[in-house]
């Protein structure tokens, strides 16, 4: 495996493995560019992950202190486990369960399709759906998306089928199984999927697409990147002409190790990329690095989420085959009538038995709730992702008070819910009761996500520096060799996964830094 | 192996501060592995039975179910700050009303359990009780919950679309 040295300053350090972290590297890689790359957890064999619920959280989740502050569920159950990442090589794409679907054309001008709206910071993106376009392409080939570019779809479960009918009867006709970064067949040295149902624990025979499985490979393949696993990135360096040197880490041992750089790409989610920054804060960042804005850690989104549930006659046996077989688009656009902005996705999902207990009804109890879920066999599934208004008060912060392992004050993660979330769970409610009505449910519930998998803002992308952090090309608007290459330069969260556009944006970014290179301006 | 244990740790308090659930994954009860057995008495016990089953009331159940539960929840006894909350809390059930917790009628049972709704050792009982329950592959097996799946080649020629009440799905563009 390619090494090295510490103090050779002619590396780029990207701090992440996951879906940006890795696309920029790979991008790099093949371009001839030596990339080092610091990854906070261990580097797992997928044969080593567990078809067990409890055990898969305990092996891939991001287990190190934060707190939650605010109205959203997880300050109430989860306060000191607010998020679901993964801390593992490969990120959260170990986690995933493959929905690759693209922004929509005016989810990328949500302050001017939208108009103003009050208590929320919407701006505009700095780039269009035509410039990310062809970066979307690639992303799709790259990843093997399903029904895409030629490719296979996969094929479709009893949960969908349930999903699927009832829409049709209710009357959506925008219901699709395309759009999934999972293998139907064999493809690109991974095999097709087995139809196993724990794609949200690690897909075990790599018929989901990861970046462990995947990107990382094919960069390492190139001879340009070295993965320091174990690595946890503490602090960026910079000098006084405002570049930024070099990061200080801890490796596998716990010893602090500085590795020099010639530019750095910070892609460790949306809490730990802004919480990098700021404790990089120097004399003359003193509000963190790149912070001349003070908008370091605003504006962060999760996607607005609910869980529905319903009972059938028959079995469904959700669990059987992937997680999130598809989904109804119908809702997916901005109807300003429903009395919030921005739309939602209507996702088949199943969970086991374990969590869908905790999930159902959190803090739940009693001959009503143990009824419903000794339905399991009979019931079926569905996930609300929604566009999930900005606000500037919602917020990653550090407490000073509170350190971790590292001896770095831990971060808190504040969200108010902006009142549309609500309007919008309520919206998905009546329509997903009434699509299980039409094809015989007996029984409808509302189940509620405690934890946000999806992050985003925090280091938000802005055309006008002092509304952002990071230009188009996630560069920050003060330091020109650091990147955001995360969900942390989305300005909006959108209504879909934002995996896919992470992979895009990352792979303009490093097509942008290569040229950048190649012409002696980085 | 310390780090392992403080992990342990942190993630105990986590749930006990939590009662919690992440979205898309569980929690296990991460507990410490010295579970002594006489640290309750024989009246405890079969309280603490009584407890799980009047939370998690199922008629297809028996009662190995429920000491399956009841043995987990003992291997929280051997924290010491657990171990004084679930003896006051069964004390609090069995103490008050001159009757044993589980003589009293079912009607009594539930209305008194609201009351409790927010006490630590309930939080700290429902979440662990929940978690082994809903965890036990006895339980999967009566509620169709089929667990691990790969070393029998996953589902896809054992039925992830063998639904036959409604048609087969077509092919739409979607996004």
Known sequence: MKRFALDDDSVVVIVGSGAGGASVARTLCRRGIDVVMLEAGPRLSPAQFHQDENAAFQQLTWLDRRRASGNWAAARFAP??????????????????????????????????????????????????AELAPYYDRAEKQMGVSGR??????????????????????????????GIAINAGPRDGRPGCLQMGFCNQGCKISAKWSTLVASIPEAEATGKLELRDQCMALQLEHNDRDRVTGVIYADRHGRRQRQRARLVCVAGNAVETPRLLFNSASSRHPHGLGNDSGELGRNYMRHTMALGFASFDKPVNMHRGITTPGAVFDEAGHDGGRGFAGGYLIQAASLGLPTLAGLLQPGGWGADYAAFLARYKYLAGALMNGEEMPRRENRVSLLDAHKDQYGLPIPNVHVDEHPMSESMRGHFHRRVQAIYQAVGASEYRAGTTVAAAHNMGTCRMSARPEQGVVDSYGCSHRIGNLFVSDGSQFPSSGAENPTLTIVALAMRQADHIAAKMIRREL | MRSMHKRRRLLLKLMLAAGLLAAGAAVSPAVPAAAPAAALTRDQLRTLAALV??????????????????????????????????????????????????????????????????????????????????????????????????????????GFNDLDWLPEPGVEAGQ
């Open chain 1, 80 to 129: 000191q486990l607010p998020l679901l990442t993964v801390k593992a090589v490969g990120g959260s794409t170990l986690h995933w369960n493959g929905l690759s679907y693209r922004l929509q054309e005016h989810e990328f001008r949500p302050l001017s399709h939208y108009g103003r709206v009050a208590g929320a910071s919407l701006i505009d993106w700095p780039l269009s759906a």
């Open chain 1, 149 to 178: 570019h030629g490719l296979p779809l996969t094929a479709t479960n009893n949960n969908y089928k349930v999903l699927y009918n009832g829409a049709r009867r209710v009357g959506y006709r925008r219901i699709s199984n395309a």
């Open chain 2, 53 to 158: 089953a009047d939370l998690f009331p199922h008629a297809a159940l028996d009662q190995s179910h429920y000491q399956n539960v009841v043995a987990a929840l003992t291997r929280l006894l051997g924290d010491a700050g657990q171990r004084r909350l679930i003896i006051a809390g069964l004390a609090q059930l069995d103490g008050a009303a001159g009757r044993r917790w589980r003589e009293r009628a079912p009607a009594q049972r539930l209305a008194r359990l609201k009351q409790l709704e927010s006490a630590a050792f309930f939080q700290l009982l429902r979440y662990h009780s929940m978690q082994a329950l809903y965890s036990d592959p006895a339980v999967w097996a009566l509620y169709g919950y089929q667990g691990e799946s790969l070393s029998k080649g996953g589902y896809l020629q054992r």
